[in-house]
């Protein structure tokens, strides 16, 4: 079956414009998340959400990141007012998951540059 | 709060060796271990993880993980190495009070020389 998919694969933009990325996670997985990998450095949790309760939005840096989810579909993160720090790949994964323990499937993620 | 720490940026080590990726957590509770791995050019995959029950883990390609509740510890370990495992290696910790919320640490590449 299809894993997940994120598009766009790569975004270039101007400082100050607002971006949005989306993910379209593997069917019937319950659990979404979204993390962020600046060059050379780890995985930075940034939010997920797993069926209809609310999101753990912990890992957001700042209010210019917001995302949405429609039910157990498709994902968009939002960045507004774009900052060069905002530069990095932000990789999506989703599971099979009611318990927290299931395995996460990651997206090949959208490579972010901001100019 | 969970935190995951890889001591090492970087492990050389020789084909045919055994290797070892160290990984040392902090967190309330039980912990949800896990290693994933990034090839060059591909996506995040998934190796092993550690819920409950045995401490040593086997997982894909060959690899294991050994669980040190003591020592806070999920080193993962391969016992004949291969160039192929050159890869960036991600440990990560979920806390088992509940949560999805899932930490990783900074990665360490690991190099295997021919």
């Known amino acids: 079956g299809a894993g997940v998919s994120q598009s766009p694969s790569n975004k270039v933009t101007e400082k100050g414009k607002d971006v949005e990325l989306r993910c379209d996670p593997i069917?019937?997985?319950?659990?979404l998340y979204w993390y962020r990998q600046r060059l050379g450095q780890g995985l930075e949790f940034l939010i997920y959400?797993?069926?209809?309760?609310?999101?753990?939005k912990s890992g957001l840096p700042s209010d210019r990141f917001s995302a949405e989810r429609t039910g157990e579909s498709v994902s968009t993160l939002t960045i507004q007012r774009t900052q060069q720090e905002d530069s990095a790949v932000y990789l999506c994964?989703?599971?099979?998951?009611?318990?927290?323990?299931?395995?996460?499937?990651f997206g090949p993620g959208t490579r972010l540059l901001v100019l | 709060a969970q935190s995951v720490a890889q001591p090492e940026d970087q492990v050389n080590v020789a084909e045919g060796n055994p290797l070892t990726v160290k990984c040392t957590y902090s967190v309330s509770g039980n912990p949800y271990l896990f290693w994933y791995v990034q090839y060059p050019n591909r996506g995040l995959q998934f190796l092993l993880k550690?819920?409950?029950?045995?401490?040593l883990v086997k997982g894909s390609y060959g690899f294991e993980a050994e669980f040190n509740k003591s020592q806070t510890s999920f080193h993962l370990k391969k016992p004949s190495a291969l160039v192929s495992d050159s890869a960036l290696y991600f440990c990560a910790v979920r806390s088992g009070t509940g949560g999805f919320k899932t930490i990783f640490g900074a990665g360490t590449r690991l190099f295997v020389k021919a």
């Open positions: 069917s019937g997985h319950t659990a």
């Open positions: 959400f797993q069926g209809n309760s609310a999101p753990d």
């Open positions: 994964a989703s599971s099979l998951d009611m318990t927290g323990v299931e395995t996460q499937y």
């Open positions: 550690y819920i409950t029950g045995d401490n």
